[in-house]
């Protein structure tokens, strides 16, 4: 297996909920990423995780919560997104954060907040 | 952190002509990699570089890191190449992902 899954590809949901983007490898990669695209933006960091840690935050607002509960998978929990939280959100993966190695993007999860 | 910059940032021509998207940076990096993502869609990976050249199809790819400058060439373009091409770099300790240019928006017209 050499994809990275995201699931689910599209989301809508309003200001006030709770909901959840998942993301799972099973490639033994021990570094994933969830990066935050606007349209015709490069991909911004969100957030890094390195052998199931939390090595990066880049200031992300705390209505994103991220959550890594094994190796395999990586877990967006959103809370009280506001519209302009609107945009692609894409997981992706490396062998570690070590730059030598290439990354696997997922096909992103398209949200809008109503 | 570093700056990376892509020329052009659109670029439209005809199917059969050979395509060359340019990319620079500032500082030095551990590896560059080449990115391509249609419309709506999610980013797969061409290349990675450190040093030289790679070729995959009809793509090439190439790196000079003294003058800290890639180039991705398209061969015998198609309207399938059509995409936004994106160059990134990794830095020497890549705990931070990575650091992408523009993206080079490229139509391929039959």
């Known amino acids: 297996d050499t994809e990275v899954t995201q699931t689910p590809k599209h989301l809508v949901m309003g200001m006030t909920n709770k909901k959840s983007l998942k993301c799972e490898q099973h490639?033994?990669?021990?570094?994933m990423y969830w990066y935050k695209q606007k349209a015709k933006k490069p991909p911004e960091l969100m957030f890094v995780?390195?052998?199931?840690?939390?090595?990066i935050n880049e200031s992300v607002p705390s209505r994103f919560s991220p959550e890594c509960p094994n190796s395999s998978l990586l877990n967006l929990h959103l809370h009280a997104l506001q519209p302009e939280d609107s945009a692609l959100y894409l997981c992706?993966?490396?062998?570690?954060?070590?730059?030598?190695?290439?990354?696997?993007f997922g096909s992103g999860t398209r949200l809008t907040v109503v | 952190k570093n700056e990376v910059e892509q020329s052009p940032q659109n670029l439209t021509a005809q199917e059969g002509e050979f395509i060359t998207i340019n990319c620079s940076y500032s500082?030095?990096?551990?590896?560059l990699h080449w990115l391509q993502q249609h419309p709506g869609g999610g980013i797969v990976s061409l290349f990675m570089?450190?040093?030289g050249k790679k070729k995959h199809g009809r793509l090439i790819a190439t790196i000079n890191i003294q003058e800290k400058h890639s180039s991705l060439h398209i061969t015998a373009s198609h309207p399938r190449d059509s995409a936004v091409y994106i160059c990134?770099?990794?830095?020497?300790?890549?705990?931070?992902?990575?650091?992408f240019g523009k993206g080079t928006h490229l139509i391929i017209q039959p």
């Open positions: 992706a993966s490396s062998q570690s954060t070590r730059g030598l190695y290439g990354y696997t």
């Open positions: 490639m033994g990669h021990r570094a």
């Open positions: 995780y390195s052998y199931e840690k939390l090595s």
């Open positions: 500082v030095g990096i551990s590896a």
């Open positions: 570089l450190s040093s």
């Open positions: 990134a770099v990794s830095s020497g300790g890549g705990a931070d992902g990575l650091t």
